[in-house]
């Protein structure tokens, strides 16, 4: 029999999830802290050293091939030790890469090293979100995974704007990110009210499985995640190849993030109230028109840094919708394992984003970049409405008085986007999504 101790299931959850989870978000909040300062450092030492290009971009693919080993090798540690001791693991395993990064002068090097935080990354991103999606209900699922995203998202952010305090020749900043990863354990392992779900079994479900129940969930995670490798993975270099100064082309890069703050519990909410693929559609519509208003003018005016903001806070909530309406379908014992599944498919469209981008770039000039933005979000929002067509769910979970206010802001326009709908019925949540 195992010690009490050795057990990380606690007492039962109550209602209240601001007391179940503030630990995970703190500790999550620190890690990508450090994780958006420790890749600026590197990003900066690695343009200083006078890498070419070409080595620059593996570094960088590196940590997405590493990403989509760390969805797997989570998902079987989880399995076995539950979520705050994965945590705990990890952790520690990416504060002794992000110290042997600033140790380092070799590309190589960087490379492996690069791959290990990516795993750590991945592995952090399953451990959460099968965590909230256990203490989660259909009602709650998007504004819980808004919390999660904004937090990430902020984090991250603060960390990347960190980096100007520091000189990415020296090892001081990558010694500070290490300390706040060793850090962002504390919250977790030790508060008593913070409390991990039960371990319990956890059934394996492959893609192929997982893609005959929940297809929409499959296929719009794919898709977000080109969007968001699109968005993310060349902002700095279109902005500087723009002709933004220095200082703008910070503003450039963090204002889709900036935007997913301040659209993020919204959207989500909206969500969780109206046809979760009806407000998938209308966000990325919304980011699709704002990335064609960023064609009319220069890329260095105050307009555009507002317009690239709201293509982020429209695209950046997909992601949130599509775990949200994967978990509606599927069974209890699997949210794990489709948790690293969407994490790792989510990772091989970030990895594809940035090269979509560059094709675009290379083949139209730098408005490439815009006509990306604007073919990513419509394969998306088109994706949205042909399941939509193929299966219809009632498009008001609950009589509109009594659904929140972001969910009567975005009814009208879920509405419209509705209306090709086809006439059939949906099952209740729990059961196949039909693939048709």
């Not at 603060?158 to 980096?163: E, F, I, N, W």
């Not at 296929?219 to 968001?228: D, E, K, P, T």
């Not at 209306?419 to 729990?430: C, G, L, W």
């Amino acid at each position: 029999m195992k010690h009490p101790e050795l057990l990380d299931d606690g007492p039962p959850v109550g209602k209240d999830l601001a007391l179940a989870t503030w630990g995970l978000f703190v500790g999550l909040a620190l890690l990508l802290f450090a994780g958006g300062l420790c890749g600026t450092l590197l990003g900066v030492r690695s343009e200083l050293a006078k890498l070419p290009t070409v080595v620059s971009g593996l570094i960088a693919m590196t940590y997405y091939l590493g990403f989509l080993m760390g969805s797997r090798f989570a998902l079987s540690v989880l399995s076995r030790v539950g979520h705050i001791r994965a945590f705990s693991a990890l952790a520690s395993l990416l504060a002794a890469a992000v110290l042997g990064i600033g140790m380092t002068d070799s590309p190589w090097m960087w490379g492996v090293l690069r791959l290990i935080t990516g795993l750590c990354f991945a592995g952090q991103y399953v451990v959460a979100e099968s965590w909230l999606n256990d203490l989660a209900d259909n009602n709650t699922r998007g504004r819980l995974l808004a919390v999660y995203n904004v937090v990430a998202v902020a984090a991250f952010g603060s960390g990347q704007v960190l980096q100007f305090a520091f000189d990415a020749r020296l090892f001081t900043g990558f010694a500070v990110a290490s300390i706040i990863v060793s850090i962002a354990v504390a919250p977790v392992a030790l508060s008593e009210r913070a409390v991990a779900p039960p371990r319990g079994e956890s059934k394996h479900i492959s893609l192929r499985e997982l893609a005959r129940v929940v297809p929409t969930g499959l296929g719009s995670c794919f898709l977000v995640g080109i969007a968001h490798g699109a968005l993310s993975g060349l902002a700095a270099v279109f902005a500087t190849r723009a002709g933004l100064p220095n200082s703008r082309v910070g503003l450039f890069v963090a204002a889709p993030s900036l935007g997913a703050i301040l659209l993020q519990w919204p959207i989500s909410a909206a969500s969780d109230d109206i046809d979760r693929r009806a407000i998938g559609a209308v966000s990325a519509i919304g980011a699709m028109l704002f990335a064609g208003l960023l064609l009319i003018g220069p890329a260095t005016s105050p307009m555009a840094l507002l317009l690239i903001g709201l293509v982020g806070g429209c695209s950046y909530p997909l992601y949130s919708i599509a775990g949200a309406y994967t978990n509606d379908w599927i069974e209890a014992e699997h949210l794990n394992s489709a948790a690293s599944q969407l994490v790792m498919l989510y990772g091989v469209g970030a990895v594809i984003g940035p090269l979509f981008s560059s094709v675009l770039i290379n083949g139209i000039g730098q408005n490439g970049y815009y006509w990306a933005l604007i073919a990513v979000h419509a394969a998306i929002a088109i994706f949205f409405v042909y399941r939509m067509r193929a299966w219809r769910s009632p498009l008001a979970k609950r009589p509109l008085n009594e659904s929140s206010y972001p969910a009567r802001v975005f009814f009208l326009p879920a509405t419209i986007v509705s209306f090709t709908r086809s006439r059939r019925s949906a099952k209740p949540a729990r059961g196949n999504e039909p693939n048709v």
